[in-house]
């Protein structure tokens, strides 16, 4: 991982914060942004929108034993490379990321390749469809134990050689449960899931629950986006 340090504020209601010195995760996950919108306005849009729910919902905070912005990223992508069942996908695997490919190539002096044209598929599926189909993929397919998160190969397949799995302890400190393998497109070898604990996986699963539930109930984007707090209440 990179190096970070958490600065840990006194005080009632203070968050911890996670602080990173010459990190190149935002400029990759900048990049893997702008290409997003680049080849499908709504790959990006759902990004920043699943990115927005994970804040909200609270499951979004490394400190706390969580995935990270960046990791959502990536799990965005992936579904949208791979999660739409009986359809072509909307994103291509890396190798189509024209900016992307070269920064995970990394050699000096490389030619720039073309901008890829955006990919004609999704059946023109807002959104909001996309998020709901992300949500049940991620709830109801995606299978946490034997399947890696690669938007670099962009397809479905258990973890590289190369990815360290992630096992989690339990609070009861002696049972143990698979984390998710998210591989960084940028280093095969980092396991981008590993900020997440056992509670952290817990609160994933029930806010991918509770998102499938409101679906069911045509609930609005107010009431989906509903700020999370702990069970005794805002801080």
Same mark, same amino acid.
């Not at 935002?26 to 849009?45: K, Y």
């Not at 912005?69 to 190798?95: H, K, M």
């Not at 901008?115 to 599926?125: E, S, T």
């Not at 981008?192 to 996986?201: Q, S, V």
């Given at each position: 991982d $990179?190096?970070?340090?958490?600065?840990l504020?006194s005080?009632e209601?203070?968050?911890?914060?996670?602080?990173?010195?010459?990190?190149?995760?935002?400029?990759?996950?900048a990049?893997?942004?702008?290409?997003?919108?680049?080849l499908?306005p709504?790959a990006q849009?759902?990004?920043?929108?699943?990115r927005?729910?994970?804040?909200?919902?609270g499951?979004?905070?490394?400190?706390?034993?969580?995935?990270s912005?960046?990791a959502?990223?990536?799990?965005t992508?992936?579904?949208?490379?791979?999660?739409l069942?009986?359809?072509e996908?909307?994103?291509?695997?890396?190798?189509?990321?024209?900016v992307?490919?070269?920064l995970?190539e990394?050699?000096?002096?490389?030619?720039a390749?073309?901008?890829?044209?955006?990919?004609?598929?999704?059946?023109?599926?807002?959104?909001?469809s996309?998020?709901?189909? /992300?949500?049940?993929?991620?709830?109801?397919? /995606?299978?946490?134990?034997n399947?890696?998160?690669s938007?670099r190969?962009?397809?479905r397949?258990?973890?590289?050689?190369a990815?360290?799995?992630?096992?989690?302890?339990?609070?009861?400190g002696?049972?143990?449960?698979?984390?998710p393998?998210?591989?960084?497109? /940028?280093d095969q070898t980092?396991?981008?899931?590993?900020t997440?604990n056992a509670?952290?996986?817990d609160?994933?699963k029930?806010?991918?629950?509770?998102?499938e $539930?409101?679906f069911s109930?045509?609930a609005?984007?107010?009431e989906m986006? $509903?700020p999370? /707090?702990?069970?005794?209440?805002?801080?």
């Amino acid at each position: 991982d $990179e190096p970070k340090v958490t600065l840990l504020p006194s005080g009632e209601g203070a968050v911890p914060i996670d602080l990173a010195m010459n990190s190149a995760t935002p400029l990759h996950n900048a990049a893997l942004l702008v290409e997003c919108g680049r080849l499908d306005p709504r790959a990006q849009a759902l990004a920043l929108f699943v990115r927005r729910w994970a804040k909200d919902r609270g499951i979004c905070h490394i400190a706390k034993g969580h995935l990270s912005p960046y990791a959502w990223t990536l799990l965005t992508i992936y579904f949208l490379q791979v999660g739409l069942r009986e359809e072509e996908p909307i994103l291509p695997a890396l190798e189509g990321f024209a900016v992307s490919s070269r920064l995970a190539e990394k050699p000096a002096g490389l030619a720039a390749t073309s901008v890829p044209k955006p990919l004609a598929a999704g059946k023109g599926k807002s959104v909001s469809s996309l998020f709901m189909n /992300f949500v049940r993929f991620y709830q109801s397919s /995606f299978d946490l134990r034997n399947e890696a998160v690669s938007i670099r190969t962009g397809k479905r397949a258990p973890p590289g050689l190369a990815l360290p799995l992630h096992i989690m302890l339990r609070e009861d400190g002696k049972s143990t449960e698979v984390g998710p393998c998210i591989e960084d497109p /940028f280093d095969q070898t980092r396991n981008i899931g590993t900020t997440m604990n056992a509670a952290g996986l817990d609160r994933m699963k029930q806010e991918l629950a509770r998102a499938e $539930e409101l679906f069911s109930k045509n609930a609005s984007l107010t009431e989906m986006l $509903e700020p999370w /707090f702990p069970e005794d209440g805002p801080a």
